[in-house]
Structure formats: structure tokens, C-alpha cells
């Protein structure tokens, strides 16, 4: 299955989650209107989400997120995995 989900971060971001799916989260697509230090630490973050079952927790896609060296502007990793919990609903 293929869904996806936007969410407004109280900042005024928006962040868009695409997700494949079957019985685990095959490939994810984050976009929006935010940033990343350093820019290049997108893949591994997209990476990061991918391989949990789809009845994954919060608290353990949020312990994924924080496990990339990364600094998130514009949205935390709480933001992430709640975007990513609605496309996989």
C-alpha cells in the first residue's frame, strides 16, 4: 500500500510523509518546508523509518529519528512520527 500524510507544525512548517507498506514500512519520502543540518542526512532519516512493522509506537520511531545524526529545523522528531503513524493508519 502506498498513503501519505501532511502535517502543520505549530511553527508553520509543513512536513510530508509518503510511505509504502505491506505488513513493515518498505520506502519513506519526507518532504516539506524544512531543514536539515547537515543536508545530507535526509537519506539516513528516511532510512531510519523504514523496516518497522506498521504497528510500530511512537516511542520507537521517535528513538529511531534521534538515532540519526541530524538537527532538525523547522519540526522534531515527535512531528516525524506522528506524520508517519497517520500514512501507515
Known amino acids: 500500500m502506498h498513503d501519505s500524510a501532511t502535517l502543520k507544525v505549530p511553527t508553520g512548517k509543513l512536513l510530508e510523509v509518503e ?10 519520502r519526507v518532504t516539506g518546508d524544512f531543514f536539515l543540518e547537515p543536508p545530507e542526512s535526509h537519506a539516513a532519516l528516511e532510512a531510519a523509518l523504514e523496516g ?13 529519528i534521534q538515532g540519526v545524526d541530524a538537527t532538525l529545523i523547522g ?5 516525524l512520527a506522528a506524520a508517519t503513524l497517520e500514512a501507515i493508519e
Do not use: Q
Open 19 to 28: 510511505v509504502t507498506y505491506d505488513e513493515r514500512v518498505t520506502d519513506v
Open 52 to 64: 518497522h512493522p506498521t504497528d510500530v509506537s511512537r516511542a520507537t520511531l521517535i528513538e529511531a
Open 75 to 79: 519540526f522534531d522528531a515527535g512531528h
